[in-house]
Nanobody, 121 residues
Framework: QLQLTESGGGLVQPGGSLRLSCAAS????????MGWYRQTPGKQRELVAR???????NYADSVKGRFTISRDNAKNTIYLQMNSLKAEDTAVYYC???????????????WGQGTQVTVSS
């Protein structure tokens, strides 16, 4: 069964750092774009950062210069290094991946279960 497993969330003080990880496992032929989204109560899920299989990245304006997304294709894993965290970064962070399970099939979207990040003193 294909799944995305996230780790690394938690409580951190403003100005601190956290590193999130997301590993894809199961029947995987290839993975296209992978990314991180976040959501707070009453708001829509928003893109934080994403990375293509070739390494190209894009970021939300609110995290540029503070967050870095990276990818280990051999491990089907992405990371989100979050520095200079602010209270407004508090959210549930979700991993997303566009995964092909067979060479002849198009990719489908998969989501992780979410990991809570709380920035508070």
């Amino acid at each position: 069964q294909l799944q995305l497993t996230e780790s690394g969330g938690g409580l951190v003080q403003p100005g601190g750092s956290l590193r999130l990880s997301c590993a894809a496992s199961g029947r995987i032929f290839s993975i296209n774009c992978m990314g991180w989204y976040r959501q707070t109560p009453g708001k829509q899920r928003e893109l934080v950062a994403r990375i293509a299989d070739g390494g190209g990245t894009n970021y939300a304006d609110s995290v540029k210069g503070r967050f870095t997304i990276s990818r280990d294709n051999a491990k089907n894993t992405i990371y989100l290094q979050m520095n200079s965290l602010k209270a407004e970064d508090t959210a549930v962070y979700y991993c997303n991946a566009d995964i092909k399970t067979h060479w002849a099939r198009k990719g489908n979207d998969y989501w992780g279960q979410g990991t809570q990040v709380t920035v508070s003193s």
